[in-house]
């Protein structure tokens, strides 16, 4: 008995010894990079230099924050506005930069590259609470796995002048494309549009991706259903809901005149300009570019309200930005700390001030998100909470977001069908995938 009482406290001590050494040696390992002046390369949208725009200034407090508690390491910046350099280093699997900002419909193509780290088990082990986001860790995962952390969220928003509402006696924002529809014979006069659908290239990756980003998207996956297979290869929308899309474009561009030819040329870019002048009285748009948007229309103008749906109180897709590591960096332990501080409360509190939808539910308890300065976040916050959903997006978004922008320009240039437009966006999109 007494020998075998010595065995086990034997193993008992070895087993204690080595996750004591284990203990040490992470520790050695952070201090180690720590000590040996580590600069991780950060791949952003966010110039650092752009004073004009608050989300960058809130991003240059986050870094410094970061670097004063991690006095060995820096942080370098990778000004990368179409994210072109973060994808292309992925494709050569080269070793920089250490951490990519990546748009949740951009993570299928960043994850089949196999040049980015799968984060679960270091989530699980350094226990990060997956239910403290707004929309659970689970839902930004492709394929199973989970490539980045979330770091906010966006969801379309309906912006609309509200003096020219008021001189069309519109009392509530239209809330479905049926009344969306109604704004056609109120609105739409001489160069003057009710309601502005962007099919062009400007002002996102890709051709269309304002159409997909504040329109398609969400009628294509429904309240339920698939936008792309899990492993994002092959189309998970029916055809009956691309038929209903394409109907739905057609009659806002034919039927009831809510939108004009004009706006096939619009991307992001010519939309906010439209908005912004007034020759647009509303469109579906992006809440990231709403306050900047606001402070260049005289009088207080602008007002927004939940993007119109098929049906009222509809679900819309969401997206956002994660954070993502190359799997082929050498200094993966100092990104992950990185990657661990920008998506922290602490951090997302810097950010919220910049105006962005933090992801971290936790850091909605700080007091700004009671000031005025807060409402807007807070509503679309809410919105996205009530009615945003998550989805999987394709390997070549990009190429598919063309592919349906040219099908639906066609469709109204040409008097098309929507039939025509579901058999061109299918067949379209198979062949560019076997080519992927």
Do not use: C
Request: net charge positive.
């Amino acid at each position: 008995m007494s020998r075998k009482k010595d065995v086990n406290l034997s193993r008992r001590s070895v087993v204690a010894g080595l996750a004591a050494a284990g203990s040490a040696t992470g520790l050695a390992l952070r201090r180690s990079f720590a000590q040996s002046g580590a600069e991780v390369s950060y791949n952003s949208f966010l110039d650092p230099a752009n004073a004009n725009d608050p989300r960058s200034a809130a991003q240059t407090r986050m870094i410094e924050a970061f670097e004063k508690a991690n006095p060995g390491i820096r942080i370098k910046v990778v000004v990368d506005p179409s994210g072109a350099n973060g994808i292309r280093a992925a494709r050569t699997k080269t070793d920089s930069p250490d951490v990519i900002r990546v748009a949740n419909f951009q993570q299928p193509e960043f994850a089949a590259t196999g040049s980015i780290l799968p984060l679960d088990d270091l989530v699980v082990r350094d226990k990060m609470d997956v239910n403290d986001w707004l929309i659970p860790l689970e839902q930004t995962k492709v394929n199973g796995k989970l490539w980045g952390l979330q770091q906010d969220y966006r969801i379309p928003i309906l912006v609309y002048h509200k003096s020219l509402f008021d001189q069309a006696q519109v009392t509530t924002p239209p809330r479905t494309y049926d009344e969306v529809g109604a704004l056609g014979a109120k609105l739409t006069k001489g160069n003057n549009i009710a309601y502005a659908i962007p099919i062009g290239v400007a002002g996102g990756i890709g051709g269309a991706q304002a159409l997909v980003e504040f329109i398609l998207s969400s009628i294509l996956a429904g309240n339920t259903g698939a936008f792309f297979a899990p492993d994002g290869r092959n189309i998970g929308f029916s055809d009956e809901r691309l038929l209903l899309a394409a109907t739905t474009i057609r009659d806002l561009f034919g039927k009831y005149k809510a939108s004009t030819p004009v706006t096939l040329q619009f991307g992001i870019n010519e939309l906010q300009d439209a908005l912004r002048t007034g020759i647009v009285a509303s469109a579906s748009f992006g809440l990231y570019r709403y306050k900047g948007l606001e402070r260049q229309v005289p009088n207080h103008d602008l007002a927004w309200a939940a993007a119109p749906s098929v049906e009222p109180a509809d679900k819309h897709t969401v997206y956002g930005f994660q954070l993502s590591i190359n799997a082929n960096s050498p200094r993966k332990d100092a990104s992950w700390e990185f990657v661990k501080y920008m998506t922290s409360p602490a951090a997302q509190i810097l950010a919220a001030r910049g105006g962005e939808v933090v992801a971290r539910a936790s850091a909605y308890n700080d007091p700004y998100f009671a000031s005025p300065e807060a409402a807007d976040q807070k509503g679309w916050k809410e919105l996205v909470q009530q009615r945003g959903r998550m989805v999987t997006y394709s390997v070549i978004q990009s190429t598919f977001n063309q592919i349906a922008g040219e099908a639906l320009q066609r469709m109204i240039l040409r008097s098309g069908t929507p039939e025509t437009v579901v058999t061109e966006i299918k067949t379209r999109y198979a062949e560019a995938l076997a080519k992927a």
